[in-house]
């Protein structure tokens, strides 16, 4: 697989979506390549406009927000949060041993766990698995099912526990983005994810049945999937 698949020379979220994606449906990459395209992400580490030292999002994407993995839209305010944890994410996927990766991956990670510790103050959020909103909340959870970060099972298991106070009896969450949530919990074969995907089941099942019309889509109806698969 070329890594001129991956790359997307004036998009952070682009090249991040693509790797994800490979990772996902475990995909072939070359040591090469790895090491390449996770060097073209460190190097955008502290940039202007990079969210508490993580790694910067281009310019369009700074003014007119990104498009999560499952398609809903994250406005510029919550896209660099996003998009920081989602990169750092990636990069502890690869699992490159370089020297330069290592570093932008530490130094990101150093900021997010700043980031954590003010948020909890400032906002007096008493739960270490929330963060300022639901988007950048399951941003967080999806790199602390990687392994990033600190305390990562105590933050997922109280951050995503907290799902059940939110459900609005549509068969979703207040707050959180739906699609971008059942990524998460299809991805956590936990005890404490069961409940929430029972109780959105008739939606994932509605999903898997219908047709895919566009990479979101189709994105979509791989977590659903996914998800009623740990049922």
Request: charged share 25%; net charge positive; aromatic share 6%.
């Amino acid at each position: 697989m070329s890594i001129i698949r991956f790359i997307h020379p004036q998009s952070l979220s682009g090249t991040v979506d693509a790797l994800s994606e490979a990772i996902a449906d475990r995909a072939r990459i070359s040591a090469g390549d790895r090491t390449e395209v996770a060097r073209w992400i460190a190097s955008r580490q502290g940039l202007p406009g990079a969210y508490g030292g993580t790694f910067a999002p281009f310019e369009q994407e700074r003014r007119g927000g990104i498009r999560l993995f499952t398609g809903e839209r994250a406005t510029s305010a919550s896209a660099r949060h996003i998009l920081g944890e989602e990169s750092c994410r990636v990069l502890l996927q690869l699992r490159v041993r370089d020297p330069i990766v290592g570093r932008a991956l530490g130094r990101a990670t150093e900021g997010l766990l700043e980031c954590l510790a003010r948020s909890a103050v400032r906002k007096r959020i008493k739960n270490p698995g929330l963060f300022c909103c639901g988007p950048c909340t399951v941003g967080l959870w999806r790199h602390l099912a990687v392994g990033g970060l600190d305390r990562q099972e105590e933050r997922l298991e109280r951050g995503v526990s907290s799902l059940r106070a939110r459900r609005d009896g549509l068969g979703g969450w207040r707050r959180f983005p739906f699609w971008y949530t059942v990524l998460l919990l299809s991805e956590l074969d936990r005890p404490y994810v069961k409940a929430e995907l029972r109780y959105i089941a008739p939606a994932l099942e509605r999903a898997v049945r219908r047709a895919a019309a566009n990479p979101y889509a189709a994105r979509r109806r791989a977590a659903a999937t996914r998800a009623l698969s740990l049922l």
